[in-house]
């Protein structure tokens, strides 16, 4: 195998033969390009042999489970993966259109050691990428994400013989069997279902129905050109348009789903946008009533309420703050034994008796809808107000480019330990310490924090804010956060902010 080069000139002759890959696509724990700009078609071959590969050096059975999201060149990316596959002996087992939680559903239900998702998640049109993973429920993480690189890029895909292809029928019906059981709701519940027109419309509304809820659509056809927006229910517009739905409808509380249906964002009865971190607290709450004595993982964008709030101390819940990320997290949970694990960004990692420990938004959607069939008396604006009150800021993004915003974080990083032992303020507040398992969460005297950190996925970093005492303490920790991230002149403007 040749190596893959980094650019081929589009609309020539070898644009449509030799691989290109751009290497910055090979991310923490899945692999994102812009297509055809940073990937081509031979590209996703060449990514596709290299995968093959991969499973043959760790000694994992020869057999994956492929599918693709709802986009228009989402079948054409996954033949050119599945073709490489095959190039390297792998017997690929097709699912077709799904979700991503239905790829990984796919590894149990077909008793397949690995898995491969063509999707760009919720990255606007005009990205492809992949999510793959060996040891089910895992994914990738940076290591087999670096190694998997460096077999691409280096050129050492190996061709063997015994590849295969088959078209696997019924894993949509039987992932929905799974997610409903015999589960059937015995309180009356209205809930917008809010798809974007991504993915998630071809399995949302039917799942409501089956679990006898009633469904006000919301963006439920099918259309890849994204009409209304891009489905990211960490997306204010998103929110925004939920919230709105649920005020014309009286519905019980809205949730929307993301272009891969891995995550699920919350908005309640009143309108009000619940971030997925509190919502994991309410969850939390609950679960630690049924299962007392728990671990629950939350990522270090969470509220601090995971470990303060008193009533799941009540119930000796043990906190466990981590990395951000799909496969970081899932991966903590299974290790540490956690019932459970929250992201910030709306992925939830709900582990057995639950769920299988990967993050599926179906499945969160159902154990709302359980949560609140056990409240029978309760609102969900109810369950947000029980919550300790307080202030919390958006995922908010300002630009830095992939190839400098993990320098510009190093230095920002060292900035904000140095403001510690300095003996410097942060919203008018003493530093309580810098953790830096993941960027810099900066805690203050009070449990207030700001954190910056570089995200995963697009040339961005990622700041989030929280206060327990005030809006004003909130925008006062964001501007001296702010700051000292505008002492580096490689990044720009947010993407939305406070």
């Given at each position: 195998m040749t190596k893959p080069a980094a650019t081929v000139t589009p609309n020539t002759w070898e644009f449509l033969r030799d691989a290109m890959i751009t290497p910055t696509g090979f991310r923490e724990y899945d692999a994102r390009w812009k297509y055809p700009d940073e990937i081509n078609l031979p590209g996703m071959t060449a990514l596709g042999l290299g995968l093959g590969t991969q499973m043959h050096k760790r000694g994992i059975a020869p057999v994956i489970a492929v599918g693709n999201d709802y986009r228009d060149y989402s079948v054409a990316i996954k033949n050119a993966l599945v073709i490489g596959l095959m190039q390297a002996g792998i017997q690929v087992r097709d699912i077709g259109p799904a979700l991503s939680p239905m790829a990984y559903f796919s590894q149990f239900?077909?008793?397949?050691?690995?898995?491969?998702?063509?999707?760009?998640?919720?990255?606007?049109?005009?990205?492809?990428?992949?999510?793959?993973?060996?040891?089910?429920?895992?994914?990738?993480?940076?290591?087999?994400?670096?190694?998997?690189r460096d077999i691409v890029l280096e050129g050492r895909g190996e061709p063997r013989p015994g590849g295969s292809y088959e078209m696997v029928e019924g894993v949509r019906e039987a992932y929905l069997d799974d997610l409903v059981g015999d589960f059937r709701m015995s309180r009356p519940l209205k809930v917008v279902c809010a798809t974007g027109n991504g993915t998630a419309s071809a399995f949302a509304p039917e799942l409501f129905e089956r679990l006898g809820v009633e469904v006000v659509p919301s963006h439920n056809m099918l259309d890849y050109t994204f009409p209304n927006y891009n489905p990211n229910p960490e997306a204010m517009e998103m929110l925004h348009d939920m919230a709105a739905s649920v005020k014309a409808s009286g519905a019980d509380f809205a949730l929307g789903f993301d272009g891969d249906g891995d995550r699920c964002g919350v908005v309640d009865d009143e309108g009000e946008e619940i971030f997925a971190d509190k919502v994991g607290v309410i969850m939390a709450r609950d679960l630690a009533k049924l299962y007392p004595g728990s671990t629950f993982v939350a990522d270090v964008k969470s509220t601090g309420l995971f470990a303060s709030d008193p009533e799941l101390q009540k119930h000796g819940v043990t906190a466990d703050y981590w990395k951000t990320g799909h496969s970081h997290m899932k991966r903590r949970v299974k290790e540490i034994g956690a019932l459970a694990g929250f992201e910030k960004s709306g992925h939830y990692f709900l582990a057995e008796p639950i769920g299988r420990g990967y993050d599926c938004g179906m499945r969160v959607a159902v154990e709302i809808c359980k949560l609140m069939d056990r409240n029978p008396d309760m609102k969900m604006s109810d369950l947000r107000r029980a919550l300790p009150k307080t202030y919390s800021s958006p995922t908010m993004s300002p630009y830095a480019a992939d190839t400098e915003k993990y320098g510009i974080l190093e230095r920002l990083v060292d900035k904000l330990v140095a403001k510690h032992d300095a003996g410097e303020t942060v919203g008018g507040r003493a530093i309580k310490e810098v953790v830096t398992v993941n960027g810099a969460r900066v805690i203050l005297d009070n449990g207030g924090w700001g954190l910056v950190r570089a995200s995963s996925n697009t040339p961005n970093l990622v700041v989030v804010c929280e206060s327990p005492e005030s809006e004003a303490e909130l925008r006062a920790i964001f501007a001296d956060i702010d700051a000292v991230i505008r002492t580096e002149p490689g990044v720009g403007e947010y993407d939305q902010t406070l």
């Open positions: 239900h077909l008793d397949v050691p690995a898995v491969a998702m063509v999707t760009a998640s919720h990255n606007p049109n005009g990205w492809t990428g992949v999510k793959m993973g060996f040891e089910r429920p895992l994914t990738h993480g940076p290591d087999e994400m670096s190694e998997l």
